[in-house]
């Protein structure tokens, strides 16, 4: 059956669901096709399920530091199948409900793979969508990790849906959600090995901030083997062994899981994009400056399957879905065509405690040239961090020696993950180190430090 539509948006995402209800609120004719749950990543497998785990992990840290001091919880008897339940209240209403919502705005929804067939029409199972435009929104997904008995490995995905907490955990990489979620698992009692081929960990935040925290979570227990990388995966009875090979030489760790954390890709291969002339490349859907695919202007594409350089966030899908929806049906040399205002971008890793970045990085700065004054601080024994009960902390702040203006903050302990907002306004909006000095925060949170670290 074959169907005519102004829009056909592909994938319920951050960004396919920001462009589907914008356009429909236009009054255009939309049609919005998802191959899995209708919802996308954050809501569903990332963002918003991950911090319910993190918030709980935090819960638990807090409790272990003061237990004995004014609190007597026992947190060695931790539930992980109440916490998996307690995450679920957040997400599984959300298919239904986000489909539904599409329908009473107007929108017709498709449940399927779809597929270029040509420039103008997608297939999706048995019907065939015709329109004048298509957005391309569908997210990335783990990468292929080719190494012998890799059909064992678990996906995120799968550790957010775990119903039993394994009492050792081996994660593959290095990055984000590989830390936050080896802190977790930690946290609840699972002994946690990270094997990370990279030589440091958490690539995108300051290193020596990112060491302190490594420290910090190898005295908790969990064990971070740098430079360290996985061979292969040996499923055992009632265990898998992990063979890794570190300083050339080979080790091997019991364990009763193994994780995939290490990098994803862009989930564009199912598409057929030659079908349609879109050009692509291992980072995603080329796009030029409008999030237009190069080679084919009545298709867009943003978020995480976008080869547009930035961080794949959820912030920066929803930003690039704003001037998708601005451009979409302009004039292809229109003057009002618009590109995202994605100059600073803040990004936090809700490890236990958290490390946040926004601005120029401290190698950023060497390779400039600029003079910088560095005001770098362990402060893990300020008060705000000693009363909250993670003594785990310090900063990295650039300060440009002529401008006085903030160039970049790099951000470790308790409150991080909110602090570092504050510095993505100073730098968005130019602001000096003094006139954020200036500033009067409430005390004693968090945000009051900030005068302190400047
Ligand atoms: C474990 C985890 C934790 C994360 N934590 C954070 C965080 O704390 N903060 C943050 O900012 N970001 C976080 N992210 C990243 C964030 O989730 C993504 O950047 C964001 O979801 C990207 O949105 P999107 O719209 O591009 O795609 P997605 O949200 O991935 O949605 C894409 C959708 O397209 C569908 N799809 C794919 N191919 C097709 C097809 N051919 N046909 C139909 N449908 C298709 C998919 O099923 C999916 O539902 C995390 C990611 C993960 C995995």
């Known amino acids: 059956m074959t169907k005519q539509y102004d829009l056909a948006v592909i994938g319920t995402g951050p960004a396919a669901s920001t462009v589907a209800e914008k ?40 409790m272990g530091a003061f237990s004995g001091k004014y609190i007597s919880a026992e947190t060695s008897d931790n539930n992980w199948s109440g916490l998996i339940k307690f995450k679920s209240e957040f997400t599984d209403h959300i298919p239904k409900s986000s489909r539904k919502s599409y329908e009473e705005k107007g929108i017709d929804t498709f449940s399927g ?94 290193p020596d901030l990112a060491s302190q925290l490594m ?23 009632e265990e898998f062994i992990v063979e890794f090979e570190q300083d050339n030489k080979t080790g091997h760790i019991q364990c009763d899981q193994v994780v995939h954390a290490a990098g994803r890709v862009p989930n564009i291969d199912d598409l057929n994009l030659e079908k349609a002339n879109v050009d692509s490349n291992e980072k995603g859907i080329a796009v030029d400056l409008f999030m237009r695919s190069t080679t084919n202007p009545d298709v867009f594409a943003a978020g995480d399957c976008a080869a547009s350089g930035r961080p794949k966030l959820t912030p920066v899908a929803n930003e690039e879905a704003r001037v998708v929806v601005n451009n979409l049906f302009l004039d292809e040399y229109s003057e009002q065509l618009a590109s995202p205002d994605a100059s600073v971008i803040p990004s ?89 000095k200036s500033s009067l925060f409430v005390f004693p949170t968090f945000a009051s430090d900030v005068r302190k670290m400047l």
Not at 194 to 204: A, F, K, R, T
Not at 215 to 237: C, E, L, V
């Open 113 to 206: 793979t779809a597929r270029f067939l040509d420039s103008n029409t997608i297939a999706c199972g048995q019907s065939e969508i015709q329109c004048k435009k298509i957005f391309v929104g569908t997210g990335a997904r783990p990468a292929p990790l080719k190494i012998p008995g890799g059909q064992h490995l678990i996906t995120s995905d799968q550790f957010l849906e775990m119903s039993t907490l394994p009492k050792r955990m081996v994660f593959i990489g290095g990055g984000f959600i590989a830390m936050e979620f080896a802190h977790v698992a930690a946290l609840f009692g699972c002994k946690a090995t990270i094997l990370q081929d990279q030589p440091h960990i958490l690539d995108g935040f300051d």
């Open 348 to 436: 936090v890793a809700f490890t236990i405690p958290p490390i946040a970045a926004v601005g120029m990085s401290a190698n950023e700065i060497d390779e400039s040239n600029k003079q910088v004054e560095v005001h770098h601080q362990d402060t893990s024994d300020w008060n705000s961090n000693k009363k909250y009960g993670i003594q785990c902390a310090g900063h990295k702040i650039l300060i440009d020696t002529d401008s006085n203006r903030i160039l970049g903050a790099h951000l470790l302990g308790p409150g991080a993950d909110e602090t570092i907002n504050l510095f993505a306004l100073a730098i968005k909006f130019s602001l000096t180190a003094s006139q954020l």
């Open 215 to 237: 420290r910090w979570s190898i005295d908790r227990g969990i064990d971070i083997k740098t430079g360290a990388r996985a061979k292969s995966i040996d499923g055992k009875q």
């Open 23 to 62: 356009i429909a609120k236009q009054g255009k004719k939309v049609a919005i096709i998802e191959q899995r749950e209708f919802g996308g990543t954050c809501a569903l497998r990332g963002c918003n399920p991950k911090k319910v785990l993190t918030t709980a992990a935090e819960l638990v840290a807090r």
